[in-house]
């Protein structure tokens, strides 16, 4: 797969798509596979460290910090980490306007690195010392980091290529979900380690991946005139979506699907309560061999998923309706088999195979999920600006998904610890919802199939 780089470019706009073919534009380069790769390569990274933390880590610092409350904790922790994707549409607005020899991009993707690196050793010390409120500010700054790589970068591929977005975005999905395979290895691995070793394997990965996207030829910005300063005015527009109906569903169909994929956080107290795994080593073993099972699945599809979105008899939006219509199944089944199946190898063998189905889904959404963004691209703003904008949808699905799910869960509290079923069943119910709605959101997009 090759992607054509864009001809005439605008510095706040990036790339106007002219024809190659137009009268006086100019030759059109070529991207090659392995450049798209390694322009995108902090998908993987990124994504592992989301996949450990919200899965895993997570859920056992809540338990470290906060044992009699660890629900309500792990809700305010995920909170946390949604309050700090705020940054992405301001650091969308900067980086359009970065004027530097490095070009727009990889001077706010190396600061964002910078700023992950030290405070991940902050989460470190203060989960070892057990100071609850320094986890928590550090938490929230490494947050932003990552968040601030993750805007920059997004906006590398659409400054450059033209055409081919569905196998771009197969290709992120490629890296985001070998990013998560890659950390339930690292969890299965290490199960009866203590669980901190894993903030080890996150300082190497983005210091890696730092190392390659600096190598990465980006066109210079330092001649381009500033058409619009920066002012508190613009930033504050930051937050706008604007009056273009197909972007403002983008984001409100993602909303709903964040909302819906943040029951998953709960997956660590669901083994413990639903299926009585005890030993908290075996429920991060179990897993982490959940995880593996449907991130092998979607690893394998999202790329061949992306490639047949570009195909316009197919288009992006079917793989919506089929991705929400597939986990939402399986929401239903976790609520179905504590009723359906003996506790034990039976019960946990059913939970696996309904993760294999979620990795089918996971595919076929994140297969098009930045496709559809870039697609529905809203005219007159730079294209990081746009794509910060479409992070927060993760930053209010993520704020409401987690407080909510944790809220329902504990007003479920049994007396000597614990969820009932009845908390969990209502849990997934609204997890069905929101997937419900994010396919009925997503069919009133117009610009795209």
């Known amino acids: 797969?090759?992607?054509?780089?864009?001809?005439?470019?605008?510095?706040?706009?990036?790339?106007?798509?002219?024809?190659?073919?137009?009268?006086?534009?100019?030759?059109?380069?070529?991207?090659?596979?392995?450049?798209?790769?390694?322009m995108t390569i902090f998908a993987f990274p990124i994504s592992m460290i989301w996949a450990t933390m919200g899965m895993v880590i997570l859920p056992a610092e809540a338990l470290r910090l906060h044992p009699s409350n660890e629900a309500l904790c792990l809700g305010c922790m995920m909170v946390v980490v949604a309050v700090s994707q705020l940054i992405c549409p301001l650091v969308g607005q900067c980086s359009d306007r970065c004027r530097s020899a490095w070009g727009k991009r990889r001077p706010y993707i190396m600061l964002g690195t910078v700023l992950a690196l030290a405070f991940a050793v902050g989460l470190w010390y203060s989960s070892v010392e057990r100071k609850a409120w320094l986890f928590f500010i550090c938490l929230l700054m490494s947050q932003i980091g990552l968040n601030v790589v993750y805007t920059a970068q997004s906006a590398l591929v659409p400054d450059t290529v033209q055409d081919d977005m569905g196998s771009t975005s197969g290709i992120v999905a490629v890296w985001q979900l070998a990013g998560n395979f890659s950390g339930m290895i690292f969890l299965v691995v290490t199960h009866q380690m203590d669980y901190h070793v894993t903030d080890i394997s996150h300082l190497v990965l983005l210091t890696v991946a730092a190392i390659v996207v600096a190598f990465i030829k980006e066109r210079p910005s330092d001649g381009d005139p500033l058409?619009?300063?920066?002012?508190?005015?613009?930033?504050?527009?930051?937050?706008?979506?604007?009056?273009?109906?197909?972007?403002?569903?983008?984001?409100?169909?993602?909303?709903?699907?964040?909302?819906?994929?943040?029951?998953?956080?709960?997956?660590?107290?669901?083994?413990?309560?639903?299926?009585?795994?005890?030993?908290?080593?075996?429920?991060?073993?179990?897993?982490?061999?959940?995880?593996?099972?449907?991130?092998?699945?979607?690893?394998?599809?999202?790329?061949?998923?992306?490639?047949?979105?570009?195909?316009?008899?197919?288009?992006?939006?079917?793989?919506?309706?089929?991705?929400?219509?597939?986990?939402?199944?399986?929401?239903?089944?976790?609520?179905?088999?504590?009723?359906?199946?003996?506790?034990?190898?039976?019960?946990?063998?059913?939970?696996?195979?309904?993760?294999?189905?979620?990795?089918?889904?996971?595919?076929?959404?994140?297969?098009v999920d930045y496709a559809l963004a870039v697609d529905c691209l809203p005219e007159g703003i730079g294209a990081s600006e746009a794509l910060g904008l479409w992070g927060i949808a993760g930053f209010v699905g993520s704020s409401i998904g987690p407080f909510l799910g944790g809220a329902i869960l504990q007003a479920h509290a049994l007396p000597g610890g614990g969820y009932s079923y009845q908390g969990y069943t209502c849990m997934m119910t609204v997890g069905m919802i929101s997937f419900g709605c994010c396919a009925v959101v997503t069919s009133w997009i117009k610009k795209v199939n």
Request: some cysteine; overall charge positive; aromatic content about 14%.
């Open 227 to 367: 058409k619009e300063p920066l002012t508190l005015k613009s930033l504050m527009n930051s937050f706008s979506l604007g009056d273009d109906a197909d972007f403002y569903y983008v984001f409100v169909g993602r909303t709903f699907f964040y909302i819906s994929m943040s029951s998953q956080a709960f997956s660590y107290y669901y083994y413990r309560d639903m299926l009585q795994v005890e030993d908290q080593n075996e429920i991060r073993k179990k897993l982490a061999i959940l995880c593996l099972l449907g991130t092998f699945i979607a690893m394998f599809s999202a790329y061949p998923l992306g490639k047949l979105s570009d195909d316009p008899r197919v288009g992006r939006k079917p793989l919506i309706y089929v991705a929400c219509t597939a986990m939402a199944t399986v929401y239903f089944g976790y609520t179905a088999v504590p009723l359906l199946f003996t506790l034990g190898t039976p019960a946990e063998n059913a939970v696996y195979a309904l993760g294999c189905l979620y990795g089918l889904g996971i595919a076929g959404y994140t297969s």
């Open 1 to 38: 797969m090759m992607a054509r780089v864009a001809g005439p470019f605008d510095a706040e706009k990036g790339p106007l798509l002219k024809s190659p073919k137009e009268k006086g534009s100019p030759k059109v380069e070529e991207v090659s596979t392995l450049k798209m790769m390694a």
